[in-house]
């Protein structure tokens, strides 16, 4: 028998803009949305086909819905409609999903009913429905939360549907709580519920027995488990009866032994500021006491979520910060005068801090979490590229900062097994030193393509090694070879240069090339971390675009490298310091004179200037004049440069912040 082969299908629905005054708006339902549909299209885990809609209108939602179940067949494996919006009841306590179109006071015409979804997944066909519910009621009823909540009648949901029907619908919270968004991070975050869904699937931890499925159960105790340990006191709710086990979600086997009775390693913990952190070999844990705005409770990463660590060493004067880099989300600024100078601010989810004596501690921790992250994506399947890319082109679109190794450069590779211990650490740590010195120099659309490559530098270098030969088969119609990609060949050989070339001669180790790409990917952590270039592909796609005159006439960013920016850092530095002083000497040389000035003029007035005997003048005119001409004109030098350095003071503190943001003294 033949037929449409088995599929989930899955259908997202998120909006956090309302016309309605009375609803808040939100935040996090892009956000939403955007990283489930990632998770759910994963050739690996997900297999979804998804449908994704943000911020639209009820009509087009009702329509969405209902065409979604209409067109559901017996031989699809999964139906997942997942919401994130408002959840709006009226005067008899019906729930209503909110879109951008929809008013408190028309909800019947406006808003989406859960009973009208409730019936349009009765008559599907679909043989397994899981229904994702993650709503909220305005207002915010903790700091730096707002509530989202869908209250008890969501039960609408799966209401008189016969038990064994195959519907499981997972809410973000209980009868009478409220669910949460994160509503003052810096960076626009998932929900908590939607966090912790996300992270289930994506990491496999929501697979409890290790049977390679994750099951609506599985899923509920993994969200469950998850929002118990953080800061959200919402409780999620599981809602339906299913019929065997609903299966979600294939779930990817964790590197490493997988049997019960393997050996453990113990978890790596450092006390920090007001918290800790902690590593098991395969989550990270960052807990904080709740002092003042910073939240009590902990935040769990997984390294499959994690594109890197970031850390500053602390001194004995000084505070030291660990700090976790999730793709696509820029991590917390630095602090550059105060208490908290040096490190993220302690409100910073992402990040602890701790004392000198912790130093120590958290190096290891922060060694075998990135340890663990080059593993955990050197497992994976390669990043796709198109192949019919241009060879000068820029790859765009993989998650920034994401570490992916392929098996030919990691150390458990055939071929650097054979290599002594000593020796294969040793070529590690010198790929490492190079990587680093190579990417302070690389041009931010060269370094840019690497990022986008996943610092898979082989992957990313094959295209300009076949443009180089080009130029050296066609030297009159080739572009010219970038400088950079020559300098580059010195240190990976025949990756870059083609066959004829000076370097093509050797090739380096498995054990240097997977140093290089981690000593890459470090300065690359480091410099998003602290601000040098943005964390996020869309905000460096504009960045790379804007003019770098200071860098040369007519120049862009694109253009510009680390070490440039770091320079121009450290120039607008001593420009700023150099300024200061100068006011300040302007400031006091102006108050000296106009205090000497004030003086003069009071002792004309009494006629008390002296002669040469010590007598009091007989004629007080030459005394007069000479005193106020010493003193009058260099104040009115001084005051006229006190009044323009105020007037560019005020124009520059009025000047449009994206127009700063083009500048090195600005943005950097």
């Known amino acids: 028998m033949t037929g449409r082969p088995a599929q989930r299908r899955a259908l997202l629905l998120g909006c956090g803009t309302f016309a309605d005054p009375s609803l808040a708006q939100l935040r996090s339902p892009r956000r939403d949305v955007d990283e489930l549909a990632r998770v759910l299209r994963d050739p690996e885990t997900g297999r979804y086909a998804v449908t994704a809609k943000v911020d639209c209108t009820s009509q087009v939602a009702r329509r969405e819905i209902e065409g979604f179940f209409a067109t559901a067949r017996v031989t699809d494996s999964t139906s997942l409609l997942y919401l994130s919006c408002h959840g709006v009841q009226d005067k008899n306590g019906r729930l209503y999903f909110a879109f951008t179109d929809t008013e408190r006071d028309l909800l019947g015409s406006t808003g989406v009913s859960a009973e009208w979804v409730r019936d349009c997944i009765h008559s599907s066909r679909s043989k397994a429905t899981v229904v994702l519910v993650d709503c909220c009621f305005s207002g915010g009823f903790i700091k730096g939360m707002r509530s989202r909540s869908t209250g008890a009648n969501v039960e609408t949901l799966a209401q008189d549907i016969p038990p064994g029907t195959g519907l499981a619908v997972l809410t973000a919270s209980g009868d009478t709580e409220a669910s949460y968004e994160d509503a003052e991070s810096q960076g626009v975050r998932p929900s908590y519920f939607t966090a912790a869904l996300i992270s289930g699937i994506a990491s496999g931890a929501a697979d409890r027995n290790r049977d390679g ?215 590690r740590l010198r790929g490492t030193s190079d990587g680093a010195r190579v990417a302070a120099t690389l041009p931010f659309a060269a370094l840019d393509g690497l990022v986008a490559c996943q610092f898979d530098v082989v992957r990313w270098l094959m295209p300009w090694r076949r443009h180089w030969q080009h130029a050296v088969d066609q030297p009159s119609t080739a572009p010219s070879v970038p400088p950079w990609l020559v300098e580059l060949a010195q240190f990976v050989g025949g990756h870059a240069a083609p066959s004829g070339t000076t370097n093509s001669t050797f090739s380096p180790g498995p054990a240097y090339l997977a140093g290089f790409c981690t000593g890459v990917r470090t300065v690359w952590s480091d410099a998003a971390a602290n601000g040098l270039v943005p964390a996020d592909r869309t905000t460096m ?90 003193f009058g004109i260099p104040l009115i030098g001084l005051c006229t440069l006190v009044v323009l350095d105020l007037k560019r003071s005020r124009r520059n503190a009025s000047a449009p912040v994206q127009a700063r943001t083009t500048t090195p003294s600005s943005s950097l």
């Not at 004309?604 to 005119?621: H, M, N, R």
Request: without cysteine.
């Open 541 to 630: 796609t504009w960045w790379m675009a804007q003019p770098a005159d200071w860098l040369r006439p007519g120049s862009f960013m694109a253009e510009a490298t680390i070490r440039d920016i770091t320079r121009a850092r450290r120039r607008t530095r001593r420009v700023k310091v150099v300024r200061g002083a100068g006011r300040v000497a302007l400031w006091a040389v102006t108050l000296a004179l106009l205090l000497m000035e004030i003086a003069a003029i009071a002792i004309s007035i009494e006629g008390s200037w002296l002669d040469g005997t010590g007598k009091p003048a007989a004629d007080q005119t030459p005394h007069i004049l000479g005193t106020n001409l010493l």
């Open 213 to 427: 499925r994750i099951t609506a159960d599985e899923l509920y105790d993994h969200i469950y488990e998850e929002i118990r340990r953080g800061p959200s006191p919402q409780r999620p709710r599981r809602l339906g009866t299913g019929e065997g086990a609903l299966v979600v979600a294939d779930a990817t086997p964790a590197p490493g032994p997988s049997s019960r009775g393997a050996v453990v390693a113990p978890a790596l913990v450092a006390k920090g500021v007001l918290g800790w952190v902690s590593f098991d070999g395969q989550w990270i844990v960052i807990g904080k006491n709740g002092v003042g705005h910073t939240y009590k409770g902990e935040r769990r990463y997984h390294v499959r979520q994690l594109s890197g660590v970031a850390m500053r060493p602390a001194t004995r004067w000084n505070h030291g910060y660990i700090q976790v880099i999730l793709p696509g989300v820029a991590p917390a600024p630095i602090a550059r005068f105060g208490a908290h100078a040096g490190r993220p601010p302690l409100t910073d989810d992402d990040s602890i801090s701790f004392a000198y004596s912790a130093n120590e501690a958290v190096t290891r921790i922060r060694d075998a979490v990135q340890d663990a992250i080059n593993g955990a994506h050197s497992t994976g399947r390669p990043a796709r590229r198109d192949p019919g890319e241009s060879p000068v082109t820029f790859p765009r679109g993989a998650a920034r900062g994401r570490v992916t190794l392929p098996d030919a450069l990691t150390d458990a590779s055939p071929r650097s097994a054979a290599e002594p211990g000593p020796s294969r650490e040793a070529e």
